[in-house]
């Protein structure tokens, strides 16, 4: 199986991914007369999430005439690798990660976009890194993404604990602080990691988020090329952290984390008395739950993940949503081009949850989004996520076992040692 061998380059600014072209998708266009077109598109994307992005391509079907149908699933690595072995793949879908487009890509399954996009636009206005994330081996774009996410956000509730004025620097000051500050809370953390066919990610980011700040960028690369060990003390290092530190006081204890939706996960925080102190979750949280309810920075606020090693010091993890087209039709290049746009991604900017893929793209609703991309624009290092950039079968292990360390059924050694089997087949060839 392949695997994505490129180093991340530091996100300077925040130029995610810029317009492909600057043509409206009109009938008559480019792409001739789409009436009654039908564009099929997959993605995980489900409840508010799938709302936001069905009204972000609303306008394009009333300028062209076609027709997006959708369908969201969040086992969406199974439904593209049958696809590609079958053939059976709609015209459009969100990628599991840069790792999995890498696959389809040498597969032959994805149509690479360098004639779809204006290229040279794109390339010139969206982030190195990113635009090399969306590359196959042939040095051609296959993916573009169309919102982003900072990860590894502590997420609390002003009105109950105010950490605006000193927010932990450190993972020791975090500790601190929260204790100090727990009153009547029942516990420390609010964790949630199930996710229907994809339960276990937001663990996985726990541990991407600390292997980052305790090992630092170059080992996090090494790792989730499978260069070293999940056995490995650097590694393990990480794992023992979430278990003793997050696990050890997480509200309603381990198996509830792992049963509990990621969704409604950080929920605890606005009850009274609260269920916890904090809660770990990338910036599209705002969107999900009770936060979609709640007043942003009245009812909750957040501080970035803090350093542990200071020599991994602003490091910043981050993510976003991959699309490619499978199939090359006239209608779905007319859409791959629209949802690149700045038109499209203010649609769901403007809804909040979603830091803009477009750097024209900016009507953030609050403060507290402003302040995510900021996060990004100013990182001193940034990383994708480290499971997206894993070959597929790493990743879908790596589920597995977080949903196992976590509810307590299998112990770090066991699941490391899984890990490591895991890892000598993913990476074979």
């Known amino acids: 199986m392949s695997r994505l061998t490129r180093t991340m380059a530091p996100l300077a600014v925040l130029g995610l991914v810029a317009a492909g072209c600057s043509s409206s998708p009109g009938n008559g266009g480019e792409d001739g007369d789409l009436r009654g077109a039908v564009v099929t598109v997959i993605g995980t994307w489900g409840g508010d999430e799938q709302e936001a992005f069905l009204a972000m391509v609303k306008p394009w079907e009333e300028q062209t005439g076609a027709t997006v ?15 590609v ?54 040095g051609k774009v296959y993916g573009v993404f169309i919102k982003a996410a900072v990860k590894g956000l502590i997420w609390y509730n002003p009105s109950q604990y105010n950490f605006g004025d000193n927010p932990p620097s450190t993972w020791d000051d975090l500790l601190e602080q929260g204790e100090a500050n727990k009153g009547s809370a029942e516990a420390l953390w609010c964790v949630g990691i199930e996710s229907g066919a994809a339960s276990g990610w937001p663990a996985t980011d726990w541990i991407e988020d600390l292997v ?11 790792w989730y090329r499978g260069e070293v060990k999940w056995s490995d003390p650097r590694i393990r290092e990480a794992f023992e952290i979430y278990v003793e530190d997050v696990l050890g006081n997480t509200y309603g204890g381990r198996q509830t984390a ?20 904090f809660h770990h979750q990338a910036s599209f949280i705002t969107g999900l739950g009770g936060f979609k309810d709640a007043q942003a920075g009245t009812d909750y606020d957040f ?30 290049r007319s859409l ?13 900017v403007k809804r909040g949850g979603a830091l803009s893929a477009n750097k024209n793209a900016n009507s953030y609703p609050d403060e507290i989004s ?48 899984d890990l490591d089997a895991a890892q000598a087949d993913a990476y074979a060839s």
């Not at 059976?88 to 004639?115: F, N, S, T």
């Not at 791959?336 to 991604?345: D, T």
Request: hydrophobic share 45%.
């Open 85 to 138: 072995a079958s053939g059976v793949l709609p015209d459009l879908a969100g990628l599991p990660g840069p790792g999995q487009l890498a696959e389809y890509a040498e597969a032959g399954a994805l149509v690479p976009l360098d004639d779809v996009l204006d290229i040279d636009t794109y390339t010139s206005e969206t982030a190195p890194a990113l635009v090399e994330l969306g590359k196959g081996s042939d």
């Open 303 to 332: 501080f970035p993940f803090p350093d542990i090693n200071p020599q991994h010091a602003g490091a910043v993890e981050g993510a976003g949503d991959l699309f490619g087209m499978f199939n090359d039709t006239p209608a779905a």
């Open 212 to 222: 980052l700040r305790t090992a630092g960028p170059e080992v996090y690369t090494q």
């Open 370 to 417: 402003a302040r995510s991309a900021e996060i990004l624009a100013n990182a001193q290092s940034f990383v994708f996520d480290a499971s997206d950039l894993m070959p597929q079968a790493m990743n879908d292990a790596f589920w597995r076992a977080m949903v196992e360390l976590t509810s307590g059924s299998a112990s770090i050694d066991d699941v490391l040692a």
């Open 69 to 83: 149908k959708y369908t969201g699933t969040r086992d969406l690595n199974t439904v593209l690798t049958t696809g």
């Open 258 to 277: 792992a049963a509990t939706n990621f969704e409604v996960a950080g929920d605890p925080l606005f009850s009274d008395p609260p269920g916890c102190v």
């Open 336 to 348: 791959m081009r629209y949802l690149v746009s700045a038109q499209a991604q203010d649609i769901w």
